[in-house]
């Protein structure tokens, strides 16, 4: 996504959310921050977001941005959209360099015809083509993406899913986590089994929100429904 088309969106949500102070003025710091990282390349990462967020003033939690509320979420549609224009700037940059890279060529034709020793000429011309190679290797390592871990469906079932479906953002890791590290009235064995630590009033809260979305999410990235 370019920077138009994310100051498209910007402008778009403001006109969406008029004579609403308190959430422009969020917006507008959202706006600000991304943009100045997305400018450098840097990958937005919400938690870090609401850190910068708070140095400006602007309080907000990190569940407030990562809920999507069925897309209506202003700013995690702001966020979103500032994370693909950090990616794309990313990716212009790698290109301009490999560019550059390929036009700068090491070692021409006419450079290996000025060594009269031809043993030493075929050698040179051996190593340079090492370096090309392991030059275009370094480059294909940097343009790989880190794949997500939980995905063991079949690849046709998987083609039917949407990522969302079955991929878990940082949001919902955090849940999980908080919930597996939890030190209050719930534990967990030697053996791995839950189990209460103190006795439990009815209807007590025993994790953070939504956790059956994110256990039903893990279910659906085997392969698996729950009731």
């Known amino acids: 996504m370019t920077k138009d088309q994310v ?34 390349g840097i990958a937005i990462e919400i938690t870090n977001l ?7 003033g602007v309080n907000m939690s990190s569940q407030s941005i990562y809920n999507k509320e069925g ?4 700013y995690r549609r702001l966020v979103d959209a500032w994370s693909e ?19 700068e060529e090491l070692v021409s034709e006419n450079d290996l015809a000025k060594i009269s020793d031809p043993v030493l000429r075929y050698k040179v011309s051996l190593l340079y083509g090492e370096v090309t190679g392991l030059r275009n ?9 880190e794949l997500p871990a939980i995905q063991t469906v079949t690849a046709p079932e998987l083609e039917q899913l949407e990522t969302n479906d079955i991929m878990l953002d940082d949001y919902e890791v955090d849940v999980l986590e908080s919930f597996v590290n939890s030190d209050g009235t719930i534990g967990f064995d030697d053996n791995g089994r839950l189990f209460a630590k103190t006795a439990i ?10 956790l059956k979305t994110v256990l039903e999410k893990v279910l659906k990235s085997y392969g698996r429904s729950s009731l």
């Open 7 to 40: 100051t498209e969106l910007y402008k778009l949500l403001t006109a969406e959310n008029e004579g609403k102070a308190t959430k422009l003025n969020k917006l507008a710091a959202i706006n600000s921050i991304c943009e100045k990282l997305a400018k450098k």
């Open 50 to 56: 609401v850190d910068l967020l708070m140095q400006q």
């Open 71 to 74: 897309g209506r979420n202003p």
């Open 85 to 103: 224009n950090a990616t794309y700037e990313r990716a212009n940059k790698q290109s301009d360099k490999r560019e550059i890279i390929a036009q």
């Open 137 to 145: 290797q370094n480059d294909m390592l940097r343009s790989v993406k």
């Open 201 to 210: 009033k009815r209807e007590t809260s025993l994790s953070s929100d939504d």
